[in-house]
Nanobody, 120 residues
Framework: QVQLVESGGGLVQAGGSLRLSCAAS????????MGWFRQAPGREREFVAQ????????YYRASVKGRFAISRDNAKNTVYLQMNSLKPEDTAVYYC?????????????WGKGTQVTVAS
C-alpha cells in the first residue's frame, strides 16, 4: 500500500519560510511524478507544484512561482516543498501527491496533509 506522510508545517510570520517534507512508502517514487496541493478554509483544493520523476521538470501555479521550490530525493523516497516569502493567503492544509509515471495524469495518491498558517 502507498502511504504519503507530510511534515514541516506550522505557524510562520508573513515573509518567513517553511520547508515541507513528504516521506513516501509502498511504491518507489523514482518512477512517479510527485507534487503538492493545498486547501484553504472554505475553498477548493488547488494545485501548487509538481516535479517529474527524473526531477528535471517542475511546474507551479502562478501565485507561488518564484517563491516556492519543489525538489525530490529519490534515494530517500522523499519530496520537498521549500516555501519562501510566505503570505497570509498561503495559509492552507498542504497535501503531498503522487501520480504514476508522469505529470500528465491525475493524482493517484494523497497524503493526509500538514497545516501551514501564515500570520499577517
Amino acid at each position: 500500500q502507498v502511504q504519503l506522510v507530510e511534515s514541516g508545517g506550522g505557524l510562520v510570520q508573513a515573509g518567513g519560510s517553511l520547508r515541507l517534507s513528504c516521506a513516501a512508502s509502498g511504491r518507489t517514487v523514482s518512477i512517479d511524478c510527485m507534487g503538492w496541493f493545498r486547501q484553504a478554509p472554505g475553498r477548493e483544493r488547488e494545485f501548487v507544484a509538481q516535479i517529474s520523476r527524473s526531477g528535471d521538470s517542475a511546474y507551479y501555479r502562478a501565485s507561488v512561482k518564484g517563491r516556492f521550490a519543489i525538489s525530490r530525493d529519490n534515494a530517500k523516497n522523499t519530496v520537498y516543498l521549500q516555501m519562501n516569502s510566505l503570505k497570509p493567503e498561503d495559509t492552507a492544509v498542504y497535501y503531498c501527491t503522487e501520480t504514476a509515471y508522469d505529470c500528465t495524469r491525475g493524482v493517484d495518491y494523497w497524503g493526509k496533509g500538514t497545516q501551514v498558517t501564515v500570520a499577517s
